[in-house]
Nanobody, 116 residues
Framework: QVQLVESGGGLVQAGGSLRLSCAAS????????MGWYRQAPGKQRELVAA???????NYADSVKDRFTISRDNAKNTVYLQMNNLKPEDTAVYYC??????????WGQGTQVTVSE
């Protein structure tokens, strides 16, 4: 079983920044990729950013040049640095990890609210 523990969400004004963290209970190299998804009220869950074991990154067009995904291998942790936040970024953000044996795993989610 894999546990993904997210932290760092909160309330911020438009233009502000937040950093989300996702700590995995297993060695980060046991995941083919890790990433962040978000789900706003009444909308489908969507990919925000992902990073592979090799360090390749992928971003949704709506967050490019504002968000940065990174990882700390020693801490088995993935981060999402979010700058210049907009009200439309308001959502529950979920950490996702694709384990080589256990498949897709999800965190419990952390709320990000961006006010005008």
């Amino acid at each position: 079983q894999v546990q993904l523990v997210e932290s760092g969400g909160g309330l911020v004004q438009a233009g502000g920044s937040l950093r989300l963290s996702c700590a995995a209970s297993r060695n980060i190299f046991s995941f083919k990729a890790m990433g962040w998804y978000r789900q706003a009220p009444g909308k489908q869950r969507e990919l925000v950013a992902a990073i592979t074991t090799g360090g390749r990154t992928n971003y949704a067009d709506s967050v490019k040049d504002r968000f940065t995904i990174s990882r700390d291998n020693a801490k088995n942790t993935v981060y999402l640095q979010m700058n210049n936040l907009k009200p439309e970024d308001t959502a529950v953000y979920y950490c996702n990890a694709d384990h080589v044996l256990l498949g897709n795993c999800w965190g419990q989610g952390t709320q990000v609210t961006v006010s005008e």
